[in-house]
């Protein structure tokens, strides 16, 4: 087989993937003097182009396109049907073009969840060490923040203040009061003020595409620094194929192609993966070899399995005066107040969030009604705007039967094996899922809501994790305290992969400060010459 | 020999999908018609036709579609919002392929309704707003866009034996309701809600406060 040329421009650091993880560490290594390639499979949304992707959005456009299709195949074979396509975007700037921007942290006792609780695993580093670096993570994103009565200690404040509650929000809480639910703002990584750059949040309710850039994405808060560097770049359609070996078992080179499927290389000294939870695990089971039958970094046999998401579970009700929905698309107010119960021993922690855009719109009740005219206008001011609809997010063990691997017949764009997702809930899930909707349902009844009803499907909220879970043994984990594979000297992993828990925190902030937390050890091992 | 093979598969795909939807269990219409032979029975039946590719609007069409909007919406709706449903009409037709064909045919069955009712041939376009009402109210009393699943068996056979039962859903699927997108992108409708603006309208933090109440009279303006 021919070897695919070689770029002649070695690199300190490769970084595959320029999501939150691959970017903020690109951008902190640049910073220090160290050279790196990020290789991102998707193109660049360029930023003046989205006022038109928001037009085009509402009108039901996903501006997010992915082409060609073939890139983004795999197959769901679990008992929840795990939608993919709709989760991620392929592109610089990775997931976070299109995320909702929560940021809250871990809990202390996510990272020691066996010591406390008797489940699961410890993480090998605790929430002091990890804490300096959630408030730089915070502040380069730009988190927008307030006090939250459940929350671990923090150093320092949030660097920007909450956003304002969602009127409807306020209406609900006023109604939880008197059952003794404490709510708080959801930290969030949008501008509740003009920051870094960027400007306020302008409320256009069209969170996936935001037009302002008061929403954090880091194709805006970090990519720009490793472009403008003269040591860093980001090479964009670039598909890393595979990691190859050299004869001592580190990782050589990472072969990619564009869209013209003509492999190429780059040579690094240390390679690190952020492809997020099912791309990290595909990409070190498609590097397998002569060297690394069972795929890359594998010894274990825990590349892709574990697999976790963050289930979340419904519950609405119907109210009689107006619900105020449909006015923006992010969540305001949290409860964290059964994150952290005694309970968490038998059953899911959960939180309580309100859905903003709860029952159908004025569209969609004229859309699928037998009238027009002004019977029509009267049947949609009827109809709109009474439904409440209360969520929570649910947290979830890690299941040797869940797992990502590779598809033995599908294969994508470049003829690669696509992922293959298994995911199903436990009984330790379904308990949390009951417990939450027993207090949806007090909520809803303090609101004076009837024909309250819990959703029965559960669905997930596009947190893939623990496909490459952290640990101390290499026997029971993937990477180590460093997110530096057992058996790869020179591979690091970071992203929600290395999670050992996920708690119930949305995971980019926690990426994020993992991130930073690799950039100073890649860094301090520049100085000490571990780099050259 | 291919156009025969062609038309001779269609002809099965349309006969099978029929077939299908007369199936008694939702459930079990449901399941067959997410196969990928299911889905092309159904989209073969109802869908907008993409070969038809995409076209510009002339003007003639545009204003026989705003007429259209003009019974379809509130009757005080207002030019305003008529601006931003043909703003959003003239977008379909150039980028999604097969509309501007849906609204041509849709301006097609118009045209001989207004002629069966009036004894004349003359354009939708041209009659009166409470002329256009009747011929608008007798091409979409009845018509129901479900989901096809739940549909029953005397619309499904409606659809598959009588062409005008189809032409009058077909218009009321991939015209009205475009019309209804449309509209309800306009502040003005979301106003007529209590709203104080359409929620993508970038409208600061007003999210926070409660919003107005809704008052048409607030909506004449």
Redesign the interface.
């Known amino acids: 087989m021919t070897e695919a040329p070689v770029r002649p421009d070695p690199v300190d650091v490769c970084i595959v993937g320029s999501g939150p993880a691959g970017a903020m560490l690109g951008a902190a290594l640049v910073r220090s003097g160290i050279s790196v390639a990020v290789l991102e499979s998707g193109p660049r949304y360029p930023f003046a182009l989205r006022p038109q992707a928001q037009r085009d959005y509402l009108r039901g456009i996903d501006p997010w396109v992915r082409k060609p299709e073939g890139l983004d195949v795999y197959s769901s074979v679990g008992a929840l049907d795990y939608q993919l396509n709709t989760m991620r975007v392929r592109g610089v700037g990775g997931t976070s073009l299109h995320w909702q921007a929560e940021t809250p942290r871990l809990h202390a006792n996510d990272f020691r969840m066996r010591s406390t609780y008797g489940l699961a695993e410890d993480w090998p580093i605790d929430y002091p060490e990890l804490e300096p670096y959630y408030v730089r993570a915070e502040h380069e994103l730009g988190v927008a923040g307030g006090a939250d009565p459940f929350a671990s200690p923090r150093s320092a404040a949030y660097p920007l203040p909450p956003l304002p509650y969602n009127y409807m929000d306020q209406l609900l809480m006023k109604a939880a009061q008197p059952l003794g639910l404490r709510f708080s703002p959801i930290p969030q990584a949008r501008n509740s003020k003009p920051y870094g750059g960027r400007s306020q949040c302008l409320g256009c309710a069209t969170c996936t595409i935001c037009p302002t850039g008061a929403k954090a994405s880091v194709d805006l808060t970090h990519v720009p620094e490793i472009d403008q560097s003269t040591h860093g770049r980001v090479i964009e359609q670039a598909t890393v194929l595979r990691l190859e070996p050299d004869a001592r078992g580190r990782v050589r080179r990472a072969v990619y192609a564009g869209l013209d499927r003509v492999e190429r290389a780059i040579e690094a000294t240390v390679f690190v993966v952020a492809g997020g939870g099912i791309e990290t695990p595909r990409l070190l089971l498609l590097s397998s070899g002569r060297q690394w039958r069972e795929g890359l970094a594998n010894r274990s046999g825990l590349v892709g399995k574990g697999f976790r998401e963050h289930p979340i579970c419904y519950s609405s009700g119907n109210v009689t005066g107006p619900s105020y929905a449909h006015r923006i698309s992010f969540w305001t107010a949290t409860s964290n107040q059964f994150w952290n119960s005694p309970d968490r021993v038998h059953r899911s922690a959960f939180s309580v969030i309100f859905r903003p855009m709860c029952g159908p719109s004025p569209s969609e009740i004229a859309r699928t009604s037998t009238l027009w005219g002004d019977r029509l206008d009267r049947l949609v001011k009827a109809e709109f705007g009474h439904t409440v609809t209360v969520e929570s997010p649910i947290e979830m063990l890690s299941y040797a039967r869940n797992s990502v691997d590779l598809d033995p017949e599908l294969r994508d764009y470049h003829g690669s094996p696509a992922p293959r997702i298994r995911l199903s809930l436990g009984e330790y899930e379904a308990a949390g899922v009951r417990a939450a909707q027993q207090v949806h349902s007090q909520i809803l009844q303090a609101f004076g809501a009837t024909g309250i009803s819990a959703d029965p499907n559960v669905g997930v909220q596009a947190h893939p994790s623990g496909t490459c879970r952290m640990g101390s043994d290499p026997s029971r984990s993937v990477v180590d305290r460093d997110l530096r594979c057992h058996d790869v000297p020179n591979l690091y992993l970071v992203g929600s992969g290395a999670f050992t828990t996920s708690g119930l925190a949305n995971p980019t902030l926690t990426i994020g400060a993992l991130a930073l937390r690799l950039g100073d050890h890649l860094v301090s091992a520049s100085r000490a010459g571990a780099l050259r | 020999m291919k156009r025969r093979r062609f038309l001779g598969v269609a002809a099965v795909a349309t006969v099978g999908g029929i077939g299908l939807l007369l199936l008694d269990s939702v459930r079990l219409k449901e399941r067959l018609l997410s196969t990928s032979v299911g889905k092309r029975a159904r989209e073969s039946i109802l869908g907008v036709e993409s070969s038809e590719g995409i076209s510009e609007l002339m003007e003639a069409e545009e204003a026989g579609l705003l007429k259209l909007a003009g019974?379809?919406?509130?009757?005080d709706s207002g030019d305003v919002a008529r601006a931003v449903v043909l703003d959003?009409l003239r977008?379909?037709a150039r980028t999604g392929p097969g509309y501007a064909h849906e609204f041509r045919r849709a301006l097609s069955l118009l045209d001989d309704e207004t002629e069966r009712r009036y004894g004349v041939r003359s354009d939708f376009a041209h009659l009166s707003g409470p002329e256009a009402?009747v011929v608008?109210?007798a091409l979409?009393e009845?018509?129901?866009?479900?989901q096809l699943s739940a549909a029953s068996r005397s619309d499904v056979l409606r659809l598959a034996i009588s062409p005008r039962f189809l032409s009058r859903y077909r218009m009321r699927r991939h015209v009205?309701?475009e019309i209804?997108?449309g509209y309800?992108?306009s502040s003005l409708?979301?106003r007529?809600?209590?709203?104080r603006s359409f929620?993508?309208?970038?409208?600061?933090?007003?999210?926070?406060?409660?919003?107005i109440a809704?008052s048409d009279s607030v909506a004449k303006r």
Do not use: K
């Open positions: 019974a379809v919406l509130p009757s959003h977008w379909r009402a608008v109210g979409l009845g018509i129901v866009v479900y009205v309701n209804i997108d309800y992108r409708a979301w007529r809600l209590g709203y929620p993508g309208a970038c409208a600061g933090m007003i999210y926070s406060q409660p919003p809704a």
